[in-house]
């Protein structure tokens, strides 16, 4: 079993920052990749940014220049450093993570979901 839990979310003003953590734990061999995604009500869920193991990033353009994911692979962990917050930023944030992970005595690949944690911007 893995699980994955999200911090860091909460009530923020326009123009504010906030910082989210993930940290994956379980039956875990490697994570390749981990990420953020979001989801505003009524809408569909949408990456906001990712990062290999080897640090390569990827960022929606709604993300860039604002926002900042980092990892640190010795604690399975990844965060999101969120500044110039907008009301639009506004969804449920959640963790993913990709990589090998144990089934019994066996590896297999697998993605996981943290249970997300709500980021709030108002105007």
């Known amino acids: 079993q893995v699980q994955l839990v999200e911090s860091g979310g909460g009530l923020v003003q326009a123009g504010g920052c906030l910082r989210l953590?993930?940290?994956?734990?379980?039956?875990?061999?490697?994570?390749?990749?981990m990420g953020w995604y979001r989801q505003a009500p009524g809408k569909e869920r949408e990456l906001v940014a990712d990062i290999t193991s080897g640090s390569t990033t990827n960022y929606a353009d709604s993300a860039k220049g604002r926002f900042t994911i980092s990892r640190d692979n010795a604690k399975n962990t990844v965060y999101l450093q969120m500044n110039s917050l907008k009301p639009e930023d506004t969804a449920v944030y959640y963790c993913n993570a990709d990589g090998l992970f144990y089934s019994g005595s066996s590896l297999r690949t697998g993605s996981y979901w943290g249970q997300g944690t709500q980021v709030t911007v108002s105007s």
């Open positions: 953590s993930c940290v994956a734990s379980g039956r875990i061999f490697s994570i390749t990749g």
